[in-house]
């Protein structure tokens, strides 16, 4: 059974910067795609980014594309979400998923994810 457990969130001011980290486990991730997606208040869950576990290639949302950088850890079976230039607009509950294959379809659709962590929350003030 795959488990994500997500971790890094906080308050941070606007202009500010936050890890957050999503430890995977239960399997050999090499086939897997990874992404991150958030949640505002009263919004649908929308995605930021994911990365191909086999090659590191990566995809962002036009919204975070500059600020946010998506990387994995193979040792230590983590992925990462380096968030820069924080805005208000980006406070969310933020998720790692993991799904099997490598093909780029569909990567923005949270329904094409098998696996879910619980979320961390991030919050950016004015």
């Known amino acids: 059974q795959v488990q994500l457990v997500e971790s890094g969130g906080g308050l941070v001011q606007a202009g500010g910067s936050l890890r957050l980290s999503c430890a995977a486990s239960?399997?050999?991730?090499?086939?897997?795609?990874i992404g991150w997606f958030r949640q505002a208040p009263g919004k649908e869950r929308a995605f930021v980014a994911a990365?191909?576990?086999?090659?590191?290639?990566?995809l962002y949302a036009d919204s975070v594309k500059g600020r946010f950088t998506i990387s994995r850890d193979n040792a230590k079976n983590t992925v990462y979400l380096q968030m820069n230039s924080l805005k208000p607009e980006d406070t969310a509950a933020y998720f790692c998923?993991?799904?099997?294959?490598?093909?780029?379809?569909?990567?923005?659709?949270?329904?094409?994810?098998?696996?879910w962590g619980q979320g961390t929350q991030v919050t950016v003030s004015s």
């Open positions: 239960g399997r050999a991730f090499s086939s897997y795609l």
């Open positions: 990365i191909r576990w086999s090659d590191s290639s990566t």
């Open positions: 998923a993991a799904r099997t294959g490598v093909a780029w379809y569909s990567t923005s659709l949270a329904n094409t994810y098998d696996y």
